[in-house]
């Protein structure tokens, strides 16, 4: 029967499962390499609910975890067609996730996402010339580039290393802080003012899944 693939962590500690998670179905725990993988059976002719609400129990399955351990999440719905093709799946990266998940053990992700309150203007764009137009985006990215800088040097205290990338609308920045360090870390952040004209969110914490070696490659 297709197996529905949660999160891998580390055998021990011990955690607390959730009895049940997506269509209800039991929460199993198997061995693999030294790892420990969640699963639960799935089958499509169950799925009677919005794939949302799926993924949502999915969600608070994983975040049911991670309160209590570092995890390496799967995304919703990775899908296998049985236990022993989840277990080949680990075998083969068993090395790389060890080592994510000793390095990023006591560790969590937090994120700050800032952008323009309006969008990039288009009105006017046919007056401008090619170069303006590109030189104002340059300057609108600096503008977010700066405020995002603001952050990171705000809860440099705590940071065992950052990241960050453009999205669609902004910037994005991601921090590997302590989990211990959490609660004073977001208090931190929540100091920092932006320009008028930036919107500033602040998330966490995650699995720190943008500090996988893997997601490097």
Sequence with gaps: MPVLAYC??????????????????????????GLRCFVSNYSDQAS??????????????LQDMFGQIAIIPFCFPTLLSNEAELSAFVRERAAQYHEDLFRLRDAVQMEVQVNFQQADPK????????????????????????????????????????RQRDTATGIR?????????????????????????????????????????????
């Design 8 to 33: 891998i962590t580390e055998l021990e500690p011990r955690i607390n499962v959730p009895a049940t998670g997506v269509q209800g179905s039991a929460i199993k725990s198997l061995q693999e390499s």
């Design 48 to 61: 009677t609910k919005p794939v949302r609400e799926l993924a949502l129990t999915f969600s608070r399955v």
């Design 123 to 162: 009105t006017g764009l046919t007056k401008q010339s090619g170069k303006d137009y590109m030189r104002a985006r340059q300057l609108r990215h600096q503008k977010l580039d700066a405020a995002v800088q603001e952050f990171r040097r705000a809860g440099q205290t705590h940071l065992q290393d950052w």
């Design 173 to 217: 920045g991601f921090a590997l802080v302590p989990r211990a360090a959490v609660t004073v870390f977001l208090e931190t952040m929540r100091r920092v003012t932006v320009p008028p004209d930036l919107n500033a969110r602040i998330t966490g914490p995650w699995p720190a899944t943008e500090f996988f070696e893997e997601k490097e490659k």
